[in-house]
């Protein structure tokens, strides 16, 4: 496998609590609890696990978007934290996103043209005549008919608007982009669509996805890897195909037998293992956080969290029994 183009070091995110008039922190929530893993160069991570697992603000802490509580990434080697404001600004180039929901994403005062192409605008690409062939020949390439270009977001459909949240990550030619729950607001049908538009754009630009969903199915469908997380850290990480056939961690099991199925025969002596509700990240369980909904856990998974070990070339899990 290439060199990392994105490295991950033991990334943490807190946000602090505070009851409503009070001026001290009352609590942390650990969102990202020292999570570490590498995106190499043309692959698309998948990252899964249940809603408020912290998934998406890993995303945004990994371009910066959150300031980060403590570690680092490093994209081409180079600190994404620790650079001038000139510095940020050309980084933004590299590092995109397209966010969740198409239609708060989307300034509702703006043209499609001026939304595709403001980023152009910001770092002075082009002439006024280039950028405006840019935004045509993007809005061509997502599926648009540029002639809607002077239309405003609320004139275009839920998959429509999303396909320009794309044309407008793509704009300043990124290398890396965070796919933050980019089909989970659209219909089954348009989901296939934009995933698929997705992947021919990847082919076609040689981009670097991490592509961010709670639906197993549609990760398992796009990606080469896929990182699974519960309660802000990374339980398993290996490749697709190697995560689909030996998946080790109780949790990763769960996952598969809630998602849904077109035959009885694919679950056939399987029995779902998910006990209780999902612990508060603001108090989570001492030792492993699966250990209070996991039927195989042990009296030492009360009381220490497992460290990530090789269960298999490229594959990892944080667990005691496996």
């Excluded at 991950?8 to 650990?30: C, M, P, Q, R, W």
């Excluded at 754009?201 to 699974?228: C, G, P, W």
Aim: charged share 25%; with cysteine; hydrophobic share 35%.
């Amino acid at each position: 496998m290439s060199n990392p183009l994105v490295e991950v070091k033991d990334l943490k995110k807190y946000f602090h609590i505070k009851n409503e008039g009070a001026s001290e922190t009352v609590s942390l929530l650990k969102a990202v609890d020292g999570v570490s893993f590498d995106v190499f160069e043309g692959e698309i991570l998948g990252i899964v696990g249940e809603s408020g697992c912290g998934k998406s603000t890993l995303g945004k802490t990994v371009l910066n978007l959150y300031e980060p509580t403590a570690g680092e990434v490093l994209y081409r080697g180079e600190s994404v934290y620790e650079r001038h404001a000139q510095e940020l600004k050309e980084q933004t180039k590299k590092m995109q996103m397209i966010f969740q929901d198409p239609y708060s994403s989307l300034n509702p005062r703006k043209k499609v043209a001026k939304v595709i192409g403001q980023s152009l605008d910001i770092h002075s690409i082009g002439t006024s005549q280039e950028r405006s062939e840019r935004i045509e020949h993007l809005m061509q390439e997502v599926g648009l008919n540029p002639l809607f270009r002077g239309r405003y977001p609320h004139q275009f459909s839920g998959g429509q608007r999303q396909r320009i949240g794309i044309a407008r990550a793509l704009a300043l030619q990124p290398e890396f982009v965070v796919c933050d729950e980019a089909v989970s607001a659209l219909d089954v049908s348009v989901q296939a669509q934009i995933l698929n538009l997705l992947l021919d754009l990847q082919e076609k630009h040689n981009l670097t996805y991490m592509f961010i969903a709670h639906d197993l199915a549609v990760v398992e469908f796009i990606s080469t890897r896929i990182l699974v997380m519960y309660l802000g850290r990374v339980v398993e990480i290996a490749r697709k195909e190697d995560l689909v056939a030996r998946h080790v961690h109780p949790y990763t099991k769960a996952l598969f037998i809630a998602s849904p199925i077109t035959s009885p025969e694919q679950r056939k002596g399987e029995k779902h293992i998910f006990q209780g509700d999902v612990p508060s990240p603001i108090n989570p369980p001492s030792g492993c956080h699966f250990h209070p909904r996991c039927p195989y856990a042990i009296e030492r998974c009360k009381k220490e969290y497992p460290p990530m070990k090789e269960v298999a070339p490229g594959h990892y899990a944080a667990c005691w029994v496996v």
